[in-house]
């Protein structure tokens, strides 16, 4: 059974710091991980998508990476903002068609401005 | 345009009631799934459904019972609500291989 564990559970860095956020999982045999953002009382909004094949995605000051082997991701976040303030949300997919997104428990940033 | 949408955002009902929620996607997208987030904010997968067709049944009480008119439409209905159903409840598509998943604004069900 697939698990995935995020850490650290809740971070608060002042404005313009450079942080990682970390997504660690059981089973290798993923498709894609997946990347979101929740802000208070709101949906989930997609940040990026890795692909099992890749080693890393970016978008703007996002970036991710992926190790699979080792069941391991990063979420890079260069120059927070207290914009950024939201839980961060790590989901892997397995390797079947269809398959559901397995989420870690996130993570909670809070930027102080 | 939103991509996912869902209805209602809130929904307050007592005990025994039946209610529905709705979702709809038009990003041409051919799977479908239900997700429910508890109150540690945990999201675990409920159902899903592949052009109407269920795919993924967690292990999920009968009270709730999915329904697809089309792909781009899952419905989700609740009978004799329970207390510990209270929880938000998030729609989301992407396509059998796999591709990028997006959600809906999720709706908060609370049951009185």
Redesign the interface.
């Known amino acids: 059974k697939q698990e995935v564990t995020q850490i650290p559970a809740a971070l608060s860095v002042p404005e313009g710091e450079n942080l990682v956020l970390n997504c660690s999982f059981t089973d290798s045999a993923i498709?894609?991980l997946?990347w979101?953002r929740q802000d208070p009382?709101?949906?989930?909004?997609?940040l990026l998508?890795i692909q099992s094949s890749q080693r890393e995605q970016t978008s703007g000051r996002l970036n991710a990476s992926l190790d699979k082997s080792s069941g391991r991701s990063t979420l890079y976040i260069a120059a927070s903002q207290p914009g950024d303030s939201a839980?961060y949300?790590c989901?892997v997919?397995k390797e079947t068609?269809?398959?559901?997104?397995?989420?870690g428990?996130?993570t909670q940033l809070t930027v102080n401005p | 345009d939103t991509a996912v949408s869902q209805t209602p955002k809130y929904l307050v009902t007592q005990m025994g009631n039946d209610k529905s929620i709705k979702c709809e996607q038009n990003l041409g997208h051919d799977?479908m799934?239900w997700?429910k987030q508890d109150s540690?904010?945990?999201?675990?997968?409920m159902f899903?459904y592949?052009n109407k067709e269920l795919?993924?049944n967690e292990t999920v009480p009968n009270r709730f019972s999915p329904k697809s008119p089309d792909k781009a439409h899952l419905n989700l209905h609740i009978n004799s609500l329970e207390l510990g159903d209270s929880a938000v409840y998030?729609c989301?598509s992407s396509t059998?291989?796999?591709?990028?998943?997006?959600?809906?604004?999720?709706t908060?069900l609370t049951v009185v």
């Not at chain 1, 009382?41 to 997609?46: N, P, Y």
């Not at chain 1, 068609?97 to 989420?103: C, I, K, V």
């Not at chain 2, 540690?40 to 997968?45: A, E």
């Open positions: 498709y894609n997946q979101f009382g709101k949906g989930l909004t997609s998508l839980t949300l989901a997919r068609s269809g398959s559901r997104l397995t989420f428990e996130g | 799977t799934y997700y540690k904010k945990f999201l675990k997968i899903s592949n795919i993924i998030f989301a059998m291989m796999n591709t990028e998943a997006f959600f809906g604004q999720g908060r």
